[in-house]
């Protein structure tokens, strides 16, 4: 999830742990907590593109680096603040350490929780940045801090954001299920032959969805919303695998080929070869657009290849969340 989505969690756990005992300097260090492991974008600084990308959400993200640094944390911090013991504060740091990886694993990109293992958990049920999520973190956090430590009021203020929200996650859960047997329902009456499909939210909402379908020789992407009362209409996206020709024995791209879960295409503009992640879709709602959110320029040959990411423009952003709004009321 996003930063200030993960800061406010870690400051509600830290609150709901020791926020009684401790007051404010619980909510303070669950806030520091919440923002340590997205530390692991720093990589991109000292590794290349590929590199980054796999330590992204990997070692910082998993129990492993909950307990260890847990335990750290909690023993540094017991050095000065004495109002609660050294256990006591290791467990304000495993929990709010342990629940940001967890919350990330709802979403498209996941998390290796489970590091060292080679393995990538993304339930894909709710956005990155999903405001119905985080607002009642926000609210209700804001309100038990108002009241003093001791106070009950305090305690079940929090509790309430915490339960509010954890509801609707499970709630979008229920709706990736109920949109993925439309989407499957479609592709049946099109009588469309698939491989494998895959369904996720549109951005900063639970009301549309969009669905990545493998055929033979493309990829479809489909939108739905809630509010749908028309068939839903699929874009074609040829996989042009074949484009990439020696470079598919390239290392990198093979990584990049497995990041993606062969969810990619290849695509040649202006004499440039791009290689598009289908996993996060394109900045449109339109499902024939070919502008893709991560795309990644390829140069050199397949002994020499350098990789960089396909920069994003803000003016994209924009017209996307114009579309987005129209594209939520139905089609």
């Known amino acids: ?162 339960w509010i929200s954890s509801s609707y996650l499970v709630l979008t859960l229920i709706l990736k299920g109920i949109t993925y047997q439309k989407f499957k329902n479609a592709l049946q009456e099109q009588n469309v032959t698939y491989s494998e499909l895959e369904t996720k939210p549109a951005p900063l909402q639970a009301v549309l969805w969009t669905a990545n379908v493998e055929t033979e020789d493309a990829f479809l992407i489909g939108y739905y919303s809630l509010f749908d009362s028309k068939a839903i209409t699929f874009g074609s996206h040829p996989k042009n695998h074949d484009l990439l020709g020696d470079l598919a024995k390239n290392d990198k791209v093979k990584r990049l080929i497995q990041l993606s879960n062969g969810f990619y295409t290849i695509t040649k503009t202006e004499g440039k070869l791009y290689f598009n992640d289908l996993r996060f879709g394109t900045l449109s709602v339109d499902p024939d657009n070919e502008q893709y959110v991560f795309s990644y320029l390829l140069e050199g040959n397949k002994e020499n290849l350098a990789i960089t990411e396909n920069r994003k423009r803000p003016e994209d952003a924009k017209t996307m969340m114009l579309d987005l709004w129209e594209r939520i009321k139905g089609n």
Request: glycine share 6%.
């Open 1 to 162: 999830m996003d930063s200030l989505t993960q800061i406010v969690l870690g400051a509600a756990v830290g609150e709901a742990v020791l926020g009684k005992k401790v007051g404010n300097r619980a909510v303070l260090y669950g806030a520091i907590a919440g923002t340590i492991p997205d530390l692991d974008v720093i990589s991109q600084y000292f590794v290349d593109t590929v590199t980054a990308l796999e330590w992204h959400r990997g070692f910082t993200h998993s129990i492993f680096f909950s307990v260890v640094f847990g335990l750290f944390f909690g023993w540094l911090v017991s050095r000065w603040e004495k109002k609660a013991s050294w256990k006591q504060w290791s467990w304000l740091w495993f929990l709010c350490f342990v629940t940001h990886p967890l919350l990330d694993a709802h979403t498209t990109w996941g998390t290796q929780l489970f590091w060292p293992l080679d393995l990538r958990l993304a339930y894909k049920n709710i956005f990155v940045i999903d405001p119905l999520y985080t607002l009642p973190f926000l609210v209700f956090l804001l309100l038990a801090l108002r009241r003093k430590r001791d106070d009950p009021k305090r305690r079940k203020l929090n509790n309430l954001g915490l």
